[in-house]
């Protein structure tokens, strides 16, 4: 399936769901269901298959939302992939779901890689000073990778800051190289 497709499907739910007030609250339980799904490898493949009709993918689909406890809003997007046979675009949705709920919102995910480990304290100082910077509510996601050497890269959406030991020995490098 096609992106635009996918993002379709994410802008009707998120519409209804901020009709609802539910925003945070819809994304959370369209995340519970992708990794139910994720978990079960084989009910995904049948619910993927051409050989599970329609009506029986609608079922299914409202039989977890109810296993899940979702809501009624999400009980009734999930019957409707089910039905119009958009299951295995399920984590695109999702995914373009949670982009704009970050935009409606006012959030910017950052994921954050360094060399040695962060104290919390470290953390939380990153997060205010990208607040500051991006006049957004920060969500911070932390990796080490010894293979940087030092420093610090910040990945904001598309945008990538590479403060790192390693690129700036590259650069050099590259300078050296040139002369």
């Known amino acids: 399936m096609n992106g635009a497709i996918a993002r379709r499907y994410a802008k009707a739910l998120i519409e209804s769901a901020q009709e609802e007030g539910r925003i945070e609250e819809a994304g959370e339980e369209l995340k519970r269901v992708v990794e139910f799904l994720k978990g079960d490898e084989s009910l995904r493949k049948y619910l ?66 360094t060399a040695f480990p962060l104290s919390e304290a470290q953390i939380g100082a990153l997060r205010e000073g990208l607040e500051i910077l991006l006049e957004k509510r920060v969500i911070i996601s932390y990796t080490q990778d010894e293979a940087i050497m030092g420093g610090i890269i910040c990945k904001i959406d598309s945008t990538v800051l590479d403060g790192s030991l390693r690129t700036q020995l590259e650069t050099i490098r590259e300078k050296l190289i040139k002369e």
């Open 48 to 113: 993927r298959s051409a050989l599970c009709p329609p009506e029986t993918k609608r079922r299914l689909m409202g039989e977890i939302a109810d296993a899940l406890k979702t809501s009624n809003t999400i009980k009734r997007f999930l019957e409707l992939i089910g039905e119009r046979k958009r299951i295995n675009a399920l984590e695109a949705i999702y995914q373009y779901y949670v982009e704009l709920e970050d935009n409606i919102l006012g959030k910017a995910r950052v994921h954050i890689i």
